[in-house]
């Protein structure tokens, strides 16, 4: 498996999984959702977004690759949301280093060939 397969997988995995307690009402996720003082839809819109990117993670490994493209662009771009969201809020300083490790990662994923 090479760097940029298992990169995307991974961060599919991620993206799900995060996605799937804004959707679902994970106790610990509305938690955070109410201290960032966000509106439910707005929440629950972003699940979906994270749900999204991961399905165009993947489907952009056995389709086009513009569409792995469009999607790591698209989380790249929510994960700079998330830490503008967290330093506004002060927020712990952990929560913010994982979401500029992903965009990291994210950036990482886009400019490798795939």
Request: aromatic content about 8%; overall charge positive.
């Amino acid at each position: 498996m090479t760097l940029p397969i298992a990169l995307s997988v991974v961060l599919a995995l991620l993206f799900v999984a995060t996605g799937a307690g804004k959707l679902f009402g994970a106790k610990a996720s509305l938690e955070a959702r109410d201290h960032f003082r966000m509106n439910p839809a707005l929440w629950r819109t972003i699940g979906a977004l994270e749900w999204a990117g991961a399905a165009g993670l993947v489907l952009g490994l056995v389709t086009w690759q513009w569409v792995a493209h469009a999607a790591t662009a698209g989380l790249g771009l929510l994960m700079v949301g998330a830490t503008i969201t967290r330093l506004r809020f002060d927020s712990k300083p952990t929560g913010v280093v994982v979401d500029l490790a992903l965009l990291a990662l994210l950036s990482t994923l886009l400019f490798l060939d795939r």
